[in-house]
């Protein structure tokens, strides 16, 4: 199943709009702004900036009337994610440290406070063996977040998240209960 999503230049769908069922790293390359959307189908992370950096939020099938009030940041949506269903199981290593150092622990489901569960100070790097999460800043599955596909992630620092903590992870599944409200 591919995931569509409905761009559009001002709030409440009005103004030109651009459809896709795929990434798209600048959507100034579309619109010239983007303030509304509609999620017909799949699940989204949508940026502020340019080249999926900046503040992210995930979206997930819906109307969204006016970007600006229901995140929180930004002027308007900037770049796209389409983010892909995965089925089997989820497993990801989370390190305490940059570059995969200090204390590690592996991570195959729902975690919604790392330093209570984990006992780990500060959560600096990952490696995402399977599945899709989303990381977010405060226990309870609160806050900013940032999503992780797999891969290495050897500094959040270095990614633009210097200052910020992270305090619980979640699974992006089919029945993901998150997104914006």
């Known amino acids: 199943m591919h995931g569509k999503i409905i761009f559009y230049e001002d709030k ?3 103004g030109r709009s651009y459809e896709t069922s795929s990434d798209c790293a600048d959507m100034a390359s ?17 940026y502020d900036r340019t080249n999926y950096i900046g503040n992210q939020y995930f979206m997930k099938r819906g109307e969204y009337s006016d970007y600006q009030r229901m995140m929180g940041f930004g002027d308007c949506i900037r770049s796209c994610r389409m983010i892909p269903m995965h089925k089997g ?9 940059e570059n995969f150092g200090g204390q590690m622990n592996e991570v195959n489901e729902d975690c919604d406070n790392i330093q209570d569960r984990y ?7 990952c490696n995402v063996m399977d599945g899709h999460w989303l990381m977010y800043e405060q226990p309870q599955f609160r806050g900013k ?3 992780l596909r797999p891969g290495e992630y050897k500094s959040f620092r270095d990614m633009g998240y210097d200052a910020m903590r992270f305090s619980s992870i979640r699974r992006i599944t089919d029945s993901c209960k998150d997104g914006a409200i």
Not at 33 to 41: A, G, I, L, Y
Not at 119 to 125: A, E, I, L, R, V
Request: net charge positive; proline share 0%.
């Open 12 to 14: 409440n769908f009005q």
């Open 30 to 46: 579309h619109l010239s702004r983007c303030h509304s959307c509609k999620v017909e189908s799949g699940y989204f992370m949508v």
């Open 89 to 97: 199981s989820y497993k990801l290593r989370i390190y305490e440290r």
């Open 119 to 125: 006992h780990m100070s500060d959560c600096q790097s």
């Open 145 to 147: 977040m940032m999503y």
